[in-house]
């Protein structure tokens, strides 16, 4: 008997779906299909209370959009309602759109992924910078350490040592861009690991990203980054976030209160939640590793544009979702820009897990399966990881995680 091939399978899984649901829809035109409910029923938990921080809950099973649920709210000041049109950091998730544009330049024959940092850095004196390559920042196996001030000892202590703009710790943090908070890279005398031999997670070594691209393209980032990898996805809310002129529809993010009220800090009038975010959090928001803030509808439409072979090339997007190092997760190792899972239980899996200040957000795909889903909320309370494993075992509950099929060549 002849086999099909996951993609083979996928209209008519995608019938299968839609004809198990019923012809009522949502508010938004979703329709009340298989899941609903089970989905319902776990963020209910996480979301129980209509005036708390909130969330956006998204599935798309090919080209269709299979749940989409708000919940709370977007601004406790304000009282206003999360939704997917509210604009939300991503956090790690900008590293995304950063691997994409390192790859498309690698394709275009620009760089090299195997360049090393001297090439692009020559004011970097320690050797091992012609041992780090743009591969290893990308994998997190660059040895590179964060040496960033982030309390106010640190930076008292950084500021004796290099001048400064800025007179204090937090307007480093909140307007500090990648040319001030690379700078001790200039005089590093020694890494943590050696380059490639181990994974640790590191947000400083990607901020040299940005200048990698402008090197190779002579644009400046966010140009390069808006004209050949945002209007090429058609993302038209997403952008990099810039402190002096936020979005308007810009969320709040929060954290469970504890203890007295800090000065200056918002603290709702409940008395449950501290704000944050832009100013309060203790590190928020360099371009490359965080600076990203987007729309869920928006993210939803970054992840087909990257997957649906628009953007990179199958053969690089294998590249990109193929383990390069072990994480201390048994199950999960690292690829190019993001964590994968390939295990037995369920299909390849390519996910992003991470919070910034109150921002908490998971953003997964099984590429072989076309299933996407993003979990955006701007509170920090709740096990991201655990959930996704939930979200997983719904999906595979009602087959729509089919048994693990090669891989297309």
Same mark, same amino acid.
């Not at 938004?28 to 209910?44: H, N, Q, R, Y």
């Not at 649920?69 to 590293?95: C, I, P, Q, Y």
């Not at 997190?140 to 001048?163: M, N, V």
């Not at 997007?317 to 201390?328: F, G, M, Q, S, W």
């Given at each position: 008997?002849?086999?099909?091939?996951?993609?083979?399978?996928?209209?008519?899984?995608?019938?299968?779906?839609?004809?198990?649901?019923?012809?009522?829809?949502?508010?938004?035109?979703?329709?009340?299909?298989?899941?609903?409910?089970?989905?319902?029923?776990?963020?209910?938990?996480?979301?129980?209370?209509?005036?708390?921080?909130?969330?956006?809950?998204?599935?798309?099973?090919?080209?269709?959009?299979?749940?989409?649920?708000?919940?709370?709210?977007?601004?406790?000041?304000?009282?206003?309602?999360?939704?997917?049109?509210?604009?939300?950091?991503?956090?790690?998730?900008?590293?995304?759109?950063?691997?994409?544009?390192?790859?498309?330049?690698?394709?275009?024959?620009?760089?090299?992924?195997?360049?090393?940092?001297?090439?692009?850095?020559?004011?970097?004196?320690?050797?091992?910078?012609?041992?780090?390559?743009?591969?290893?920042?990308?994998?997190?196996?660059?040895?590179?350490?964060?040496?960033?001030?982030?309390?106010?000892?640190?930076?008292?202590?950084?500021?004796?040592?290099?001048?400064?703009? *800025?007179? !204090?710790?937090?307007?480093?943090?909140?307007?500090?861009?990648?040319?001030?908070?690379?700078?001790?890279?200039?005089?590093?005398?020694?890494?943590?690991?050696?380059?490639?031999?181990?994974?640790?997670?590191?947000?400083?070594?990607?901020?040299?990203?940005?200048?990698?691209?402008? %090197?190779?393209?002579?644009?400046?980032?966010?140009?390069?980054?808006?004209?050949?990898?945002?209007?090429?996805?058609?993302?038209?809310?997403?952008?990099?976030?810039?402190?002096?002129?936020?979005?308007?529809?810009?969320?709040?993010? !929060?954290?469970?209160?504890?203890?007295?009220?800090?000065?200056?800090?918002?603290?709702?009038?409940?008395?449950?939640?501290?704000?944050?975010?832009?100013?309060?959090?203790?590190?928020?928001?360099?371009?490359?590793?965080?600076?990203?803030?987007?729309?869920?509808?928006? *993210?939803?439409?970054?992840?087909?544009?990257?997957?649906?072979?628009?953007?990179?090339?199958?053969?690089?997007?294998?590249?990109? %979702?193929?383990?390069?190092?072990?994480?201390?997760?048994?199950?999960?190792?690292?690829?190019?820009?993001?964590?994968?899972?390939?295990?037995?239980?369920?299909?390849?899996?390519?996910?992003?897990?991470?919070?910034?200040?109150?921002?908490?957000?998971?953003?997964?795909?099984?590429?072989?399966?076309?299933?996407?889903?993003?979990?955006?909320?701007?509170?920090?309370?709740?096990?991201?990881?655990?959930?996704?494993?939930?979200?997983?075992?719904?999906?595979?509950?009602?087959?729509?995680?089919?048994?693990?099929?090669?891989?297309?060549?």
């Amino acid at each position: 008997m002849r086999k099909m091939s996951i993609f083979t399978l996928l209209p008519f899984m995608v019938a299968v779906v839609l004809s198990s649901c019923s012809r009522q829809t949502t508010d938004s035109g979703v329709p009340v299909c298989e899941i609903t409910a089970p989905l319902d029923s776990l963020f209910s938990t996480i979301f129980q209370d209509s005036n708390d921080p909130g969330g956006v809950v998204i599935v798309r099973l090919g080209d269709s959009i299979m749940y989409n649920r708000s919940f709370g709210l977007a601004d406790l000041e304000k009282k206003t309602v999360m939704t997917d049109s509210t604009v939300v950091n991503v956090a790690s998730a900008s590293k995304t759109y950063v691997t994409a544009a390192l790859v498309k330049l690698r394709d275009d024959g620009h760089l090299s992924l195997d360049d090393k940092l001297n090439k692009f850095f020559p004011n970097f004196t320690s050797p091992v910078f012609g041992e780090i390559s743009l591969r290893h920042v990308l994998s997190h196996t660059s040895g590179l350490p964060d040496l960033r001030p982030l309390t106010d000892d640190q930076w008292e202590a950084y500021i004796k040592d290099h001048s400064s703009p *800025f007179g !204090y710790g937090p307007d480093y943090r909140l307007y500090g861009r990648e040319e001030e908070l690379t700078r001790f890279f200039e005089t590093l005398d020694s890494v943590k690991s050696a380059p490639g031999s181990a994974y640790e997670y590191q947000n400083a070594p990607y901020l040299l990203l940005p200048a990698v691209i402008e %090197n190779v393209t002579g644009c400046n980032f966010e140009s390069w980054m808006q004209e050949n990898i945002f209007e090429p996805a058609e993302l038209s809310e997403t952008e990099f976030y810039d402190p002096a002129n936020p979005h308007p529809r810009m969320a709040h993010a !929060y954290t469970p209160a504890k203890g007295q009220a800090a000065k200056g800090r918002y603290r709702s009038r409940d008395g449950r939640w501290d704000e944050y975010d832009y100013g309060e959090a203790e590190f928020f928001l360099t371009r490359a590793d965080h600076g990203i803030c987007a729309t869920p509808r928006d *993210f939803i439409k970054w992840i087909r544009a990257l997957y649906g072979g628009g953007l990179l090339s199958d053969k690089s997007l294998r590249e990109v %979702n193929t383990p390069v190092v072990a994480t201390d997760n048994d199950s999960i190792q690292y690829g190019l820009g993001l964590y994968v899972q390939d295990i037995a239980s369920k299909p390849l899996k390519v996910f992003h897990s991470h919070s910034n200040g109150g921002f908490s957000v998971f953003e997964a795909v099984f590429p072989r399966q076309d299933i996407y889903y993003l979990i955006f909320t701007n509170r920090n309370d709740w096990n991201r990881l655990a959930t996704s494993e939930k979200v997983d075992s719904i999906l595979k509950s009602h087959h729509w995680l089919l048994p693990k099929q090669p891989e297309r060549e």
